[in-house]
């Protein structure tokens, strides 16, 4: 009943700039966590970064200085904006989210975005 779509893939030389957005659509109104994961090829996935309802933040230290994860509840929308690109960030990045009082939790996970950092 609830999915989550991401955009803003492409490709990008080396220091330049993506935005990612996440979209989930269903009968979710709050998220208790949402964020962005990432898995390269042929290593394991990893977390990016996420947020919680009341907006405190977590980043991967390889990330950190770099990107900036935010969301809109009202949409029900999380973003990831990336800066510096490095074709160490080259990944398929996967939006995430985990309901907010449910038990267990219940977590939904998008399709995935491919994002390639390549001159």
């Known amino acids: 009943q609830v999915q989550l779509v991401e955009s803003g893939g492409g490709l990008v030389q080396p220091g330049g700039s993506l935005k990612l957005s996440c979209a989930a659509s269903g009968s979710i109104f709050t998220f208790r966590v949402m964020g962005w994961y990432r898995q390269a090829l042929g290593k394991q996935r990893e977390l990016v970064a996420s947020?919680?309802?009341?907006?405190?933040?977590n980043y991967a230290d390889s990330v950190k200085a770099r990107f900036t994860i935010s969301r809109d509840n009202a949409k029900t929308a999380v973003y990831l904006q990336m800066n510096s690109l490095k074709p160490e960030d080259t990944a398929v990045y996967f939006c995430?989210?985990?309901?907010?009082?449910?038990?267990?939790?219940?977590?939904?996970w998008g399709q995935g975005t491919q994002v390639t950092v390549s001159s």
């Open positions: 947020i919680t309802s009341g907006g405190t933040t």
């Open positions: 995430h989210a985990q309901s907010f009082s449910t038990v267990p939790p219940q977590y939904y």
